[in-house]
């Protein structure tokens, strides 16, 4: 992550929240001295200290912030993430834009230890999807990473993923091929398939990974003893917790899920004063 994308998210999040001034902490006598930790309320993964960090650089420089655990490990209930201290009306006034963005990373990071728990040891990757909250794509890509799990691509600038559609408007998965490798030869190209046949297409028009849409796992089965280690393939569609094990352990490469950005459940996180 890069600082100045941190520190724009972070003021765009204080804006909404704060927007002319805090008038509640305005109560409370100009510097007076406050002191809070951050506990977990349950198991978690801790990601997004720096986001955190931001929020109070920004509000007040002399908040200081220390950190029990770094991002990417794991927290137990009750756990103690990090202490603050520093003027109170700048603890106040940051409390609620610092936990949303720790409780959504951390919510993210958690669910992708998760699923990576879940394939450990047969040799696939699993994969985020460009299914991230509005705003917070490159902060939730960093946290998936954090859990554990691998990037996709980042958005639609940096990796060709043609689909049905795109197929269709070029006349053919061939064609297609042909003219992504014209237009920005290097980049990736990846190609979403729903039959063995155009597997086949995919693979003798020189795809990178072709994408393996909804296939049940005797058609994974198949897709990988045709593909024989010539393309890299991805499965996508009905991933879930309960399913990634038997879908790793088909062959494929890669397993690509929307659920790591978009289905989170943020962290319960307190912020706790003194």
């Known amino acids: ?7 724009e998210l972070v003021a765009r999040a204080l804006a909404e929240d704060v927007g002319g001034g805090d008038i509640t902490a305005a109560l409370i006598p100009a510097g007076t001295a406050g ?8 198991t978690a993964v801790l990601c997004g200290r720096a986001w955190f960090d931001e929020v109070f650089r920004q509000l007040d420089g002399t908040v200081r ?14 756990q ?38 879940a394939v450990a040891g047969t040799g696939a990757r699993v994969l ?31 990796a060709f993923l043609i689909k049905e559609n795109h197929i269709a408007a070029c006349g053919s998965i061939t064609a297609a091929i042909a003219a992504a490798r014209r237009s920005a030869p290097g980049r990736p ?16 028009a020189g795809a990178d ?31 879930t917790l309960d399913t990634v094990r038997a879908i790793a352990e ?3 490469d890669y397993i690509s899920t929307g659920a790591l950005t978009k289905d989170v459940r943020a962290v319960d996180l307190s912020m706790r004063f003194e």
């Open 1 to 7: 992550m890069e600082a100045e994308a941190i520190r």
């Open 35 to 42: 002191r809070a930790r951050v506990i977990t309320r349950e």
């Open 65 to 78: 912030v220390d950190w029990e655990l770094e991002d990417g490990d794991a927290a137990q209930p009750e």
């Open 80 to 117: 103690t993430l990090c202490t603050l201290e520093g003027p109170a009306r700048a603890l106040l006034t940051g409390e609620r834009s610092a936990l949303n963005l720790l409780q959504t990373l951390s919510a993210t990071a958690t669910l992708a230890r998760h699923y990576a728990e």
């Open 128 to 158: 985020d999807t460009r299914k991230t909250l509005p705003g917070l794509r490159a902060a939730q890509k960093y946290a998936v990473a954090c859990g554990g799990c691998h990037n996709h691509r980042m958005g639609l600038w940096d």
């Open 189 to 204: 190209v990846e190609v979403e398939v729903e039959t063995l046949g155009q597997l086949d297409e995919a693979v003798g």
């Open 209 to 239: 990974t072709v994408l393996l849409d909804n296939f049940d796992l005797d058609g994974l089965r198949a897709a990988v003893e045709k593909a024989a280690g010539r393309v890299k393939l991805e499965a996508s569609g009905g991933v």
């Open 250 to 252: 088909t062959g494929v």
